[in-house]
């Protein structure tokens, strides 16, 4: 098993505490420069956590303006064009500012715990991924300040809707997705190459618990799909900046094409957002009842 | 002991719930055609499948959970693996699933099945109104949203059927099998009548087929069921289904109506007269856009009121109502309004709102333009 194991942490570090051999070696910076340019797993998943529980709060106040709206017919508080604005936001912030992130924190703290790794594989890229998020997001909720507003036509977002007939803000709307999904797809290869290359000596793949294995499977399943919606987004682009057709029916485009892509990343997408939460659940029943999971190996092959 | 008694009384409650719910009209309903029972009794299948294996599952579970809970010093087993356990759970759930998709799939082949239709109906989604046309009868009409501003608003009582009225519904004969044709001018929309057991897309570029063969008259209301925008809550269908007689008068009368509405082309109209009607049709068709005020709603509905280069160029100003504008939200109204409702719309717009061109079209040079074009 020791000739799988990288060069990098000799015997020394994985002793010691997580991160902690990093902290004797290097001047360690204080203040906002500490969480701007920590390569430490915890640290880097407690961003992800907070920037998650961050994104959950706005997300839940664009539900409540939604469902203060629908408290009784007709229209109370907002006009129609907003509370649009209010459901897709609601929709896009709760995928892929709350869910997602919550549980790229969850495995940047637990993997390395669970497998018996000093860190994450790639540390540095740890750092970016996150940072990629608030940039994105910020991006995303500024459209809403745009002439027209910001993304009004549902999380799904089908074309011709959100092209020939979306806000001039829609632009900004891909780009912000475009960041999101570079975030998703480093830190979906930092996790794979964590666990396949920093398990402790060993710890075979069967051996490793469900939550490591149902986020190695979501990793595979994010590298999969999220090109595939960056390519969707990116042809909504082109529709709309650069005069093509690919959903415009008008000039001989196809709006379900839209649909087909979509929902090629879309239905891959629900098991990214729970398969890391049945692994979780799969830790925390065991715990509590004091028994050994019922069927790891059936539940591993299910899950994969 | 309190726990049991709290759980009790939860299943209790659910169990009083279900025909509570199923007479309230809470459950999804029968419907008025042979296909629409047949898709309800689909789902009271499966809803009790559901509730059967729910009850078992769920009953297990909270069962183990009280009567081996800790505190009455109950010890983990140690066992963790059981090859012929895991396989029948695994190979019931897919039996029911086959079970359940041999009954489903009967019944979707004949909702596919559109062939040998009496009456063919293609139906138009545009944002916010549905198109309907009678196809080899020569009718067509738009069905716009029946509710006032007022009610929407809260300056009125809501009515009976908020938001779920139009001005005019589609009138379909009962016995007949009629075939709907689906398609849209500009986004998604989605044709949905719940008593029809219909929700069909209406995608632009593509004519989706569904059908329907309403058993008793009556009234039947739905509504748009894919977002398709602003007014997306406010463009509902209402069915009205009646006897084939009436049905025939009404298509009589439907084309006298036409060929009166068509009627006055030739002749010179008044100011007033443009103005009059003018205000009608935008209000009907502009407003949800471009505001009542004339005031848009920029910059993907423009102003209207105090629009310098409209107000320039009259021209340009009937070109964009007549062909709409390309790679924008605005849609050709040519097929949609005639050409005395062009030209009332035009001088509307062009003279409301303290917009003050002074000028006027005639029906008469609309018509003539609409015929050149069509050549």
Redesign the interface.
């Given at each position: 098993m020791a000739s799988h194991l990288p060069p990098k942490p000799t015997p020394q570090h994985s002793t010691a505490t997580a991160g902690g051999m990093a902290e004797a070696e290097h001047p360690r910076p204080s203040g906002l420069m500490r969480w701007l340019l920590t390569t430490n797993h915890k640290e880097i998943g407690s961003l992800y956590l907070i920037f998650s529980l961050t994104m959950f709060f706005i997300g839940g106040i664009f539900a409540l303006v939604v469902r203060a709206e629908l408290f009784q017919?007709?229209?109370?508080l907002v006009r129609?064009?907003f509370f649009?604005q209010m459901t897709t936001m609601h929709g896009l912030i709760m995928v892929f500012g709350a869910i997602m992130p919550a549980f790229v924190g969850l495995a940047n703290w637990m993997v390395p715990l669970q497998i018996g790794a000093p860190d994450m594989a790639l540390p540095r890229l740890n750092n970016f991924s996150f940072w990629l998020l608030p940039v994105a997001f910020t991006l995303l909720l500024s459209t809403l300040l745009m002439?027209?507003g910001g993304p009004?036509?549902?999380w799904t977002f089908?074309a011709?809707?959100s092209t020939?007939?979306a806000?001039?803000s829609t632009t900004f709307f891909i780009l912000s997705l475009h960041i999101a999904g570079i975030s998703s797809i480093l830190g979906a290869i930092n996790i794979i190459a964590t666990i396949l290359n920093l398990r402790a000596p060993g710890m075979r793949m069967m051996d490793m618990p469900l939550f490591v294995w149902t986020w190695l499977i979501t990793a595979f399943l994010l590298i999969a799909v999220m090109p595939v919606l960056a390519g969707v987004i990116t042809m909504m682009l082109m529709d709309i900046n650069f005069g093509t057709s690919f959903f415009n029916?008008?000039g001989g485009?196809?709006?379900?094409l839209f649909q087909h892509l979509f929902w090629f990343f879309g239905h891959p997408e629900v098991y990214i957002m729970i398969l890391p939460a049945f692994g979780i659940v799969s830790a925390i029943i065991p715990t509590f009842?004091?028994?050994?999971?019922?069927?790891?190996?059936?539940m591993v092959y299910a899950t994969a | 002991m309190r726990t049991l008694l709290v759980w009790m009384a939860g299943g209790l409650t659910s169990a009083a719930l279900t025909p509570v719910a199923l007479a309230n009209g809470w459950n999804m309903p029968v419907g008025v055609t042979a296909l629409s029972r047949d898709i309800y009794s689909l789902h009271m299948i499966i809803f009790w499948i559901c509730v059967v294996i729910g009850v078992i599952v769920f009953g297990a579970m909270f069962y183990s959970l009280f009567r081996y809970r800790h505190s009455r010093g109950a010890k983990a087993a140690t066992f963790h693996e059981h090859t012929s356990v895991e396989v029948i759970w695994t190979a019931i759930p897919l039996l029911i699933l086959v079970g359940m998709a041999v009954p489903a799939t009967a019944t979707l082949k004949n909702m596919y099945d559109t062939s040998e239709a009496d009456l063919d109906i293609m139906v138009t989604g545009q944002q916010w109104r549905w198109r309907y046309e009678y196809l080899g009868e020569d009718v067509a009409f738009t069905s716009n949203l029946g509710t006032s501003r007022e009610q929407i608003s809260g300056a009125d009582e809501k009515g009976e059927h908020y938001l779920l009225e139009v001005d005019e519904p589609l009138v379909l004969p009962v016995g007949q099998k009629v075939r709907l044709l689906l398609t849209s001018d500009d986004v998604i929309h989605s044709w949905w009548v719940p008593d029809l057991a219909v929700k069909q897309d209406a995608i632009p570029g593509f004519v989706n087929e569904n059908w329907v063969r309403i058993e008793e008259p009556g009234i039947y209301r739905g509504q748009c069921a894919e977002l398709c925008g602003k007014d997306h809550a406010f463009m509902p269908v209402v069915v009205e289904a009646v006897e084939q007689e009436r049905f025939d008068e009404w298509l009589v009368e439907r084309k006298q109506a036409a060929a009166q509405a068509a009627a006055g082309v030739d002749r010179e109209w008044s100011m007033e007269e443009l103005m009059e009607r003018g205000e009608q049709v935008y209000g009907a068709v502009c407003a949800s856009c471009h505001q009542p005020d004339g005031s848009g709603n920029p910059p993907v509905f423009p102003a209207l009121a105090g629009n310098q280069p409209m107000l320039d160029d009259l021209d340009w100003h009937v070109d964009t109502v007549v062909n709409g504008v390309s790679g924008a939200a605005m849609p050709a109204f040519r097929s949609t309004l005639n050409a005395v409702e062009i030209a009332a719309v035009v001088t509307y717009e062009r003279n409301a709102w303290g917009n003050e061109s002074g000028d006027s079209v005639q029906p008469s040079e609309i018509a003539e333009r609409l015929a050149d074009q069509s050549e």
């Open positions: 017919p007709g229209l109370q129609p064009e649009n002439p027209g009004n036509f549902g089908y011709p809707l020939t007939y806000p001039p029916a008008a485009g196809d709006p379900v009842s004091r028994k050994r999971l019922f069927g790891y190996a059936s | -």
